[in-house]
């Protein structure tokens, strides 16, 4: 059987920023096949206070992340990604499962075609709000707003 655990950037203080930075553009790079961010961007990212970094392991890898941007009064979830070899084995339920600890409210934007995302954003909770027209590029596309209300 095989271990699944989730750990905040301060579990994996073993790893260097640098480190983690490349870790993450790497699984970017997997999942969008060009990376959304440059390294430079995941760099300055991982520097902020505001944001929170939790990975989910497979064993002793790292397979996936989610990434936490703590606003005013709600938290954005501004990126969250699974290896595509590890795609659709529950690693992002584990991720968003750590979530649920928390009381603020919470919201993201998908890409409108990726069904299975929302589905799993409605499993913990968030609803649409609306349409950001165009928010993605290569290739454009339109963003849902999905939010979940203080709990």
């Not at 998908?110 to 589905?119: D, K, L, P, T």
């Not at 799993?120 to 968030?126: A, N, S, V």
């Amino acid at each position: 059987m095989r271990r699944l655990t989730v750990t905040t950037t301060s579990s994996a203080s073993r790893l260097s920023s640098q480190e983690q930075a490349q870790l993450i553009y790497r699984i970017l790079s997997d999942v969008y096949d060009k990376s959304p961010w440059t390294i430079e961007q995941v760099v300055a990212d991982l520097a902020l206070d505001t944001t929170e970094y939790f990975y989910v392991y497979d064993q002793e890898e790292v397979v996936g992340f989610l990434a936490l941007q703590n606003l005013v009064g709600e938290l954005e979830v501004t990126n969250i990604a699974i290896l595509k070899a590890y795609q659709g084995r529950g690693y992002a339920s584990q991720l968003m499962k750590h979530l649920e600890e928390r009381s603020e409210p919470i919201f993201l934007e998908v890409r409108a075609s990726n069904q299975v995302a929302q589905a799993l954003y409605r499993k913990f909770g968030f609803e649409s709000l609306g349409i950001r027209k165009n928010y993605y590029h290569e290739p454009q596309e339109d963003a849902v707003i999905m939010r979940r209300e203080e709990v």
